[in-house]
């Protein structure tokens, strides 16, 4: 199958489903990297997890570096800045938090963003709702604060703003750049932005974890990253942003099926908030995307 066939056959799904795949995606790469992050730190793990992302994405879309004006090259260095430093982040603060208030603090990125670009007052509510099922899923709220590590809390709070940051410029990536080429540009400027933290990590990398890398670049990067750019050519960064609060109802119920962990009755009511919330600004974005089909029709 072809790069352009298999693009096609993705950018035909409807872009919500694409955002769904993501969040699946990403919870089997998060269940792989909480088994590295241990053994070869942050720093290692977002490397090995770029590198593998940049080689796989450059060999697929083999991107055109011609024919590009200035501004479309400064934004995709901008979106690469934006994507090494999330991960950079975020991988950091789960060596200082319990990895339920790392996302709550990180998902606050997205959030804010869904809040700043609403126009209605049934958004806000949605986005309300959608943040308080978020806390109730990561129960957060039990973990005394005096237990909480100040240096995490600020990570993870910075992992939120590159997270807003992705969420814009990867729209306009897809806008400027064809195919997945201005994604697999970025990653190739992420990996560089990582490369000096994670270098120092590279004895330390055997067999099983280049392979554990591997893992973890196709399902948290490659995957994910290409359904999600293909997803905002079609999809407003405010519907994208309150869609990604499945990723905590995805992870507790993968926790259920795969680990057998029990869900509380919070972790339940904060599933149905999420989910929906998301239910209603989905809904909302396909009438919206309806109604301008068929005045263009």
């Not at 991960?87 to 700043?116: C, D, H, K, M, Q």
Request: proline share 4%; aromatic share 6%; hydrophobic share 60%.
């Amino acid at each position: 199958m072809t790069r352009d066939s298999s693009v096609t056959r993705a950018s035909s799904l409807p872009a919500p489903a694409l955002v769904l795949a993501a969040v699946v995606s990403v919870q089997f790469g998060g269940a792989l990297a909480a088994t590295l992050v241990p053994k070869i730190g942050a720093p290692g793990s977002v490397t090995l997890r770029l590198l593998f992302a940049t080689l796989v994405l450059g060999a697929f879309a083999r991107p055109r570096l011609r024919g590009h004006s200035t501004r479309a090259w400064r934004t995709v260095v901008a979106f690469g800045l934006a994507l090494g430093l999330m991960n950079l982040a975020f991988y950091a603060s789960l060596e200082r938090l319990p990895i339920g208030v790392a996302v709550t603090i990180e998902f606050l990125g997205p959030l804010t963003l869904a809040t700043v670009l609403s126009r209605r007052a049934r958004d806000l509510v949605a986005v309300a709702a959608a943040g308080v099922g978020v806390l109730l899923i990561s129960e957060a709220l039990t973990v005394p604060l005096a237990e909480l590590n100040w240096t995490g809390l600020a990570l993870a709070a910075a992992a939120g703003a590159c997270w807003a940051a992705y969420i814009v410029l990867s729209g306009r990536t897809g806008a400027e750049f064809d195919q997945l080429d201005g994604l697999a540009i970025a990653m190739a400027v992420a990996l560089v932005v990582v490369l000096t933290f994670g270098l120092p990590t590279v004895p330390l990398w055997t067999a099983s974890i280049i392979a554990t890398g591997f893992g973890i670049a196709m399902l948290s990067s490659v995957i994910p990253y290409s359904l999600e750019l293909l997803a905002l050519r079609r999809l407003s960064a405010r519907v994208f942003g309150v869609l990604l609060s499945l990723e905590p109802a995805a992870a507790a119920l993968a926790g259920f099926l795969v680990l057998d962990q029990r869900l509380t009755t919070q972790q339940l009511a904060g599933m149905v908030l999420v989910v929906l919330a998301s239910a209603l600004v989905m809904g909302a974005g396909q009438r919206k995307g309806a109604a301008a089909a068929a005045s263009a029709g």
